[in-house]
Structures are given as structure tokens and as C-alpha cells.
């Protein structure tokens, strides 16, 4: 993903935006269509240099304007253009209407849409809808939406994937499954997490000339990271004096019977991640083996609260959940933990048994997925999918200290009430493992003396961006042992 702003809005707030650049700063609605249009002609030819033979599809509002001005570009290019009308022409309005009443003048004709095939287009570009949409798509909308998707050719999507909920990244119903999406004057939210990863394909930003002043009268509603975009949040290089006393004690609680490998996986990472010192705590049977596995792991067979008990004193940062159960043994070792004082990490059954008996806590990290997130909050997982932020806004507020939300586009949220969407990961780690990678990675940083909050953003970009280099031989089959190399080399970069 091409770096991209930092600062993300909901739908409403762009409108706001827009209308402040037109109102306070000059910038007529027509010359902020015309550079969004070109912009975008731009990018189509950069994308798909051969294309000679594209399809525009338009509904009635500004996103249409945009799509009129990029046909006009195209057509004036020498390349094969037609132009589609999806709803009543009639309804077009001062700038949009003027662009296509402009690009006809040049000989571009505008064709009403009736079901036309799309198959035969190298492009399709999506000026249906925009970011305006309030309710499901339906009707000749649906129609056009699902004909571009049928289509399987490449689709440029101009603002948002039409269907798309700017806000919450649901498709409404349907929504355009776009190969490369250009967005204007702020980034959405909702193209970064739930569906919008999965619709919006690579976004692309351009601010069309705001001034930087108009920017200044809103806050942001989220902010987005990516790890190789921000380097001011990585690990600086040690002293040539370090020792391993300077960079914490992880302890990793968990690997009931059958489930020693999640306890293995999340303290393995943790040591790949910087700590100093890394100790397993699991079930008897699995010390030795776990010792063997990983050496450098300092593995305890622990049955009781009172063999836990020393390990607790010893460690700075504790780590509890993976393959944890939620069995008798599980519930104890939870509650020890519960009363310790040094910062913890939940994950995994962990939160399952929270979510039985909740407590509120300052100095701990939450990272649940959305099925043990709707166990948390007692509601269903398309509860939690349908609004993401408000979710996790709600754990936070339930739960306090940092939530991290797992899934496309990752969620954090700490006491500052700030939410942060990770960009990094792919699809090839939905696989088995891969949680308790992120619970080590994010223990092992917050051992090295990160406030919980850095280490929940940083811990889980790192975790996303060895993802993304460990499936460049391919997403599918990607383990999360294929992680180990790529979490040490990017807890390196400065």
C-alpha cells in the first residue's frame, strides 16, 4: 500500500471539509470535480496503461460529475469510451450536470443504462454512488452494482466502492468490489476495516489542493498506521552497553493439555520481538517438551496457584490466554493473575472467562477477535462486525485499558479514546497461530518499556507487516511459525 495521510474521517466529515475549502477558501465545487476527474483518468492510465476500451458508470449526484470529467479526459485521450446513466438523468445538478452536458458537447455520448453487458471493457469505472448512501442498495443500483462485479474485468472506483458504507465499512447490501479505489480531500474510515479492505482494493488518495488550514477546523474520527510508514514508532537501536535486564520479563501463561503450541507460539514471539527474558508457565507434562522445542524459553510445569505464585514476583509483563482453556485449571491461574500488579495481556480464553465475571482494569491489553469480542459484550459477532468502532468504543468504555479489535483492519483504542486502524496483514493470516503471535509481539514490546498503547499499535503492525512478507511466496498455506524471521528483521528497522 502506497503511503497514505495519517488522519481518517467519517463521510459526514468530509462533506464538512468539502464545504469549507468551497466556502472559506475559494475552491469552486466545478474546479474541485475537474481536478478529482483528471486525477483519476490519471491514475486509470497509470494503472492499466494497455486499457483502450472503458465503461463509466454514473449515477445522479457529484460522484457522477467526477466520473463525467474522467470520460471527457479519456475520450479526448483517443480511447473508447461509453458512458452509462444508472437513475433518472433529470436529477443531475449544477456542477455534475454542467460536466455532462460538457463531455456530450465533445462528441462522449451518455447511454442510459438498461443491463448492458460489461463484460467487453478492459475498465469499469464506479461514479455510481459515492459516500452519500443512507440505507441498503436496491433496485437498478443493485442491478448496475452487480453487473460490475460480474463483469470481472478491472473496476476503478472514484471516492468509495458504490455500496460501501464510508463510516463502517459494510457493504450495504452490495457494494462494487473495486481493484484500485481513488478517494478524495480525506480518507474514510471505513475503507480500512470490516469489508472495506475486501471492496476498495488498493486506495489511493489525492487531496485535490485543500489547504492544509481547512483541515485544521476537524478532528480526525480515526487515525491509520502502517509499520514502514511509521518509523517514528519503532524500536530505536541499543546502546553497545545493553543487557538483557534492561529489556523486561515476559511471562506467557497458558497451554493447557493438547494446547501447548498457542503457550509456545506467543512466548517464541515474544523473544523475537526484543525481551529480555521470556518463561512459559503450562501444564507439567509440557515443560520439558516446550524446553526442547525453543531453549531459550525458560519452560515451568505449573499445576498450582502456589507454583505460579514466584513466577508472577519474577516477571515485568505477563501474557495470559494462549491455549489457556477454560477448564478448572484455566480459571485459577486467571484469577491469580487478575490480582498481580504488573501489566498484563489477555488473549484467547482469557477473555472467554472475563467475559463470564467482567472487571474493569487501567493496566492491561485486550486483543480479541470478534467472536470473543461479542462474548465480552454479550451480543452477536454481526453486532460487532456491523459497527467496528462502535464495538470497540464499547469494550473500552466496559473493560477500560487498550482493546485491540483483531480482523481486516485492526482496531486499537486506549484511555485517550483515540481509535487507530492497522493497515498492515492479508487474508493468509487467518489462520491458526496467528493471535498468539500478536499476544507475544505485543507483550515482548511492552516488556522493552513501551506504554501499553504504543505497544498494542506498534505490536500490531509489526505482527501485519511480517505477515505481508512472509505471503509474498503466496497467502494461502502461510503458517504462523512463517512469521518468526520477519518479526526479528522489522523490530530492527530504524
Given at each position: 500500500m502506497q503511503a497514505l495521510p495519517t488522519n481518517l474521517y467519517r463521510g459526514s466529515q468530509v462533506k464538512i471539509l468539502e464545504r469549507t475549502a468551497i466556502e472559506q477558501h475559494n475552491m469552486p465545487g466545478a474546479t474541485l470535480m475537474a481536478h478529482a476527474g483528471k486525477s483519476a483518468y490519471q491514475l486509470l492510465k497509470q494503472c492499466w496503461p494497455e486499457a483502450r476500451n472503458i465503461a463509466v458508470m454514473c449515477g445522479v449526484g457529484n460522484n457522477a460529475g467526477d466520473g463525467y470529467v474522467l470520460?471527457?479526459?479519456?475520450?479526448?485521450?483517443?480511447?473508447?469510451?461509453?458512458?452509462?446513466?444508472?437513475?433518472?438523468?433529470?436529477r443531475l445538478q449544477d456542477d455534475a450536470l454542467n460536466a455532462s452536458q460538457v463531455m456530450q458537447k465533445i462528441g462522449c455520448e451518455l447511454h442510459n443504462y438498461e443491463g448492458q453487458s460489461l463484460f467487453d471493457f478492459d475498465v469499469v469505472v464506479d461514479a455510481l454512488l459515492g459516500i452519500g448512501i443512507n440505507g441498503e442498495v436496491k433496485d437498478h443500483w443493485h442491478s448496475a452494482?452487480?453487473?460490475?462485479?460480474?463483469?470481472?474485468?478491472?473496476?476503478?472506483?472514484?471516492?468509495?466502492?458504490?455500496?460501501?458504507?464510508?463510516?463502517?465499512g459494510r457493504a450495504m447490501g452490495i457494494a462494487v468490489r473495486a481493484s484500485v479505489t481513488i478517494t478524495y480531500i480525506g480518507l474514510k474510515q471505513g475503507l480500512f476495516t470490516a469489508q472495506g479492505p475486501e471492496y476498495a482494493g488498493a486506495v489511493n488518495f489525492e487531496d485535490l489542493d485543500v489547504p492544509r488550514a481547512v483541515y485544521d477546523t476537524l478532528v480526525p474520527s480515526a487515525y491509520l498506521m502502517q509499520y514502514h510508514h511509521d518509523r517514528q514508532h519503532h524500536l530505536k537501536p541499543r546502546r553497545r552497553s545493553a543487557h538483557k535486564g534492561q529489556f523486561g520479563h515476559v511471562l506467557v501463561i497458558g497451554g493447557d493439555n493438547g494446547m501447548s503450541g498457542a503457550a509456545q507460539?506467543?512466548?517464541t514471539a515474544a523473544a523475537r520481538s526484543g525481551a529480555g527474558r521470556v518463561s512459559v508457565a503450562s501444564r507439567a507434562r509440557h515443560a520439558v517438551l516446550l524446553g526442547n522445542q525453543q531453549p531459550e524459553l525458560m519452560c515451568h510445569g505449573v499445576e498450582t496457584t502456589e507454583e505460579l505464585a514466584p513466577?508472577?514476583?519474577?516477571?515485568?509483563?505477563?501474557?495470559?490466554?494462549?491455549?489457556?482453556?477454560?477448564?478448572?485449571?484455566?480459571?485459577?491461574?486467571?484469577?491469580?493473575?487478575?490480582?498481580?500488579?504488573?501489566?498484563?495481556?489477555?488473549?484467547?480464553?482469557?477473555?472467554?472467562l472475563l467475559a463470564n465475571k467482567p472487571l474493569a482494569r487501567g493496566n492491561w491489553i485486550l486483543t480479541p477477535h470478534p467472536g470473543e469480542a461479542a462474548r465480552l459484550l454479550n451480543c452477536s459477532v454481526a453486532d460487532i462486525e456491523t459497527d467496528r468502532f462502535h464495538a470497540i468504543r464499547e469494550l473500552q468504555k466496559k473493560y477500560r485499558g487498550v482493546i485491540v479489535l483483531k480482523g481486516a483492519g485492526t482496531l486499537i483504542i486506549g484511555e485517550n479514546e483515540r481509535i487507530y486502524i492497522c493497515a498492515d496483514g492479508n487474508p493468509g493470516m487467518a489462520s491458526g497461530g496467528m493471535g498468539d503471535l500478536l499476544t507475544g509481539i505485543i507483550a515482548g514490546l511492552k516488556a522493552q518499556n513501551m506504554d501499553p498503547l504504543q505497544a498494542a499499535q506498534v505490536g500490531t503492525c509489526l505482527h501485519g507487516a511480517a505477515g505481508d512478507a512472509a505471503a509474498i511466496e503466496g497467502?494461502?498455506?502461510?503458517?504462523?511459525?512463517?512469521?518468526y524471521p520477519h518479526i526479528r528483521r522489522l523490530a530492527n528497522l530504524t
Open positions: 470520460a471527457r479526459a479519456a475520450h479526448e485521450a483517443g480511447l473508447q469510451v461509453s458512458v452509462f446513466q444508472v437513475g433518472d438523468r433529470s452494482i452487480e453487473a460490475i462485479n460480474l463483469s470481472k474485468v478491472a473496476v476503478l472506483a472514484i471516492d468509495i466502492p458504490s455500496g460501501l458504507h464510508p463510516d463502517v507460539m506467543a512466548a513466577l508472577l514476583q519474577k516477571a515485568s509483563v505477563i501474557a495470559i490466554g494462549p491455549g489457556l482453556g477454560q477448564g478448572g485449571w484455566g480459571q485459577q491461574l486467571l484469577q491469580q493473575v487478575l490480582a498481580a500488579p504488573q501489566p498484563l495481556i489477555l488473549d484467547a480464553d482469557a477473555l472467554n497467502e494461502r498455506g502461510l503458517l504462523a511459525s512463517d512469521l
